[in-house]
């Protein structure tokens, strides 16, 4: 599979944030699998990318021309892709990918979560969509999704399509059911 991980430019608070992006990474290539991200080569999304290149792993960005242009693009991935805009590469990231996971992150990586779940509610794709709870950094976000379940503006479906997982083992071992589900 190739694995979406939606992670943000910034490190976070100490470096837990940035040990849990590169265990994932660890984690996806040990499976076999290959990582698409956001191509920066800062932040979580440096941590992402190095530590999969160190295991040996599959490695695709897709950066908007801005962004790329800053410096910010990391050079020593296996694919980078630039594009025009944050919508492109939002379109090439889904087009390219089996399955998404959100590490914990800001703004940018929740309108990427949302924009893969609201296009899965919309049928636009029908791939597995999962966040990384550690340390329940997702908790409040998970909550909110229950009442919007609980007050009937969020269908069923939409809801129970989010796969949770608080390790990178869980979360992977959650999507890959899903996928195969998706599969049959």
């Known amino acids: 599979m190739r694995i ?25 290539v040990a499976r076999g699998d290959s990582i698409v991200y956001g191509g920066g080569r800062v932040g979580l999304m440096g941590a992402l990318a190095d530590a999969a290149l160190a295991a040996g792993g599959e490695v695709v960005g897709v950066i908007p021309a801005a962004l790329a242009s800053e410096e910010i693009a990391h050079q020593g991935i296996t694919t980078l892709h630039v594009v025009d805009s944050m919508h492109a590469r939002k379109a090439l990231l889904t087009e390219l990918s089996d399955a998404f996971i959100a590490l914990p992150g800001g703004i940018g990586t929740m309108d990427e979560l949302f924009e893969a779940l609201t296009w899965r509610q919309l049928g636009i794709h029908d791939k597995p969509v999962g966040i990384l709870n550690a340390g329940g950094y997702y908790d409040s976000l998970l909550a909110l999704l229950d009442r919007m379940f609980e007050e009937g503006l969020l269908p069923p479906d939409s809801r129970s399509a989010l796969v949770v997982g608080t390790s990178a083992d869980s979360l992977l071992n959650a999507l890959s059911r899903a996928h195969e589900r998706k599969r049959s």
């Not at 979406?4 to 996806?28: F, N, T």
């Open 4 to 28: 979406c991980v939606y992670c943000g430019a910034r490190p976070g608070r100490g470096d837990a944030y940035l040990r849990l992006a590169a265990e994932m990474a660890r984690a996806i």
